[in-house]
């Protein structure tokens, strides 16, 4: 009779255990996380010689080293807004912080090699679209590269023009949003120098894999592939201390997305001849999804030389 009550007791209370996890199971299909893709837009120049983020067609004297380390922090450099709204509440991703360690180094009068190091240190966001925030933190994918000097200023040319080629590594933390497929981003750069300022430009494609995430996101435009990218810079170069510069970064994508726009104002102070310091920051403009609202970045760099 026993042996009968307890059958009797499990058989009305097994229906009510399969609901509770049909409820568990379909809750945790509902809640997921973006496919893995790198979503860190800057990178930084390694040699740095005029601006920290465009390149101005130069390259590190040779037997020249430079390495820097550099603290990000990125207000909302993940969300899903029809509108440029800096003061929006909530994000995919809200807050980010990534150190990148960086470093170049002259290898010929005319070739320039180097590498860049990200770490997320830190992120949070808020659940999207039943989509689940990253994760918060891990190894963000790394980049090498090489740049060739064509023509130089010290040479007796009109400019200074470079040929650079960087690629992304497969590596980093996919939870993350910090790996993807391998990356090729060449560039031409050029610029020019007066006694007073410097001015350079450089135009490069970005070559990645497309990844269509508006089956998640419900939105056609959020679209992540090959981009062309543009950018801009103004350094002073007068002062023997402390100087200024203005760069603007253009991303235009090419198999869908929305147009991302960066303006980033630095102050750099030469602390010794070989020891540089700086802050770096400034907005993105637009409403492509993967375009902070702004960032702000502080760091320092050793040269073996004096750069600038």
């Known amino acids: 009779m026993r042996t009968y009550r307890k059958m009797s007791t499990m058989s009305r209370h097994l229906p009510l255990s399969l609901l509770a996890l049909s409820l ?5 299909l509902a809640q997921s996380r973006l496919p893995a893709f790198e979503l860190q837009r800057l990178q930084f120049d390694p040699g740095a010689l005029g601006s920290l983020v465009v390149g101005t067609g130069r390259t590190l004297d040779q037997g020249v080293l430079r390495t820097s380390i550099q603290f990000q922090y990125e207000q909302q450099p ?9 003061q929006t509440a909530q994000a995919l991703v809200e807050g980010k912080f990534t150190a990148h360690l960086t470093a170049a180094y002259g290898a010929l009068s005319w070739l320039q090699v180097g590498a860049q190091l990200p770490f997320i240190l830190g992120q949070s966001g808020t659940r999207r679209m039943d989509m689940l925030p990253p994760t918060s933190g891990g190894l963000d994918m790394p980049w090498v590269g090489a740049r ?10 009109p400019v200074n ?7 992304g590594l497969p590596v980093g933390t996919a939870e993350a949003l910090a790996k993807e497929d391998l990356n090729l981003f060449p560039r031409l750069q050029v610029g020019t120098r007066t006694e007073w300022f410097q001015v350079g430009a450089e135009a490069g494609y970005l070559l990645r894999k497309k990844l269509d995430l508006s089956s998640f996101t419900g939105r056609p435009q959020d679209v992540v592939g090959n981009e062309l990218r543009l950018a801009a810079t103004v350094t002073g170069v007068g002062g023997k201390k402390t100087r200024g510069e203005l760069s603007v970064l253009v991303g235009l994508p090419q198999q869908g997305g929305r147009t991302s726009v960066e303006a980033l104002l630095a102050i750099r102070r030469h602390a010794k001849p070989w020891l540089d310091l700086w802050v770096l920051g400034g907005p993105g403009i637009g409403t492509a999804m993967d375009t902070p609202a702004f960032r702000v970045i502080a760091g320092a760099s050793i040269s073996s030389a004096k750069i600038d």
Not at 24 to 28: D, E, G, H, R, V
Request: aromatic letters at 6%; glycine letters at 6%; zero cysteines.
């Open 24 to 28: 568990l199971a379909t809750s945790a």
């Open 78 to 86: 993940l969300a899903f807004d029809d509108r440029w709204d800096p």
């Open 148 to 157: 060739a000097g064509l023509l130089s200023m010290k040479n007796g040319m």
């Open 161 to 167: 023009l470079s040929l650079d080629m960087t690629a």
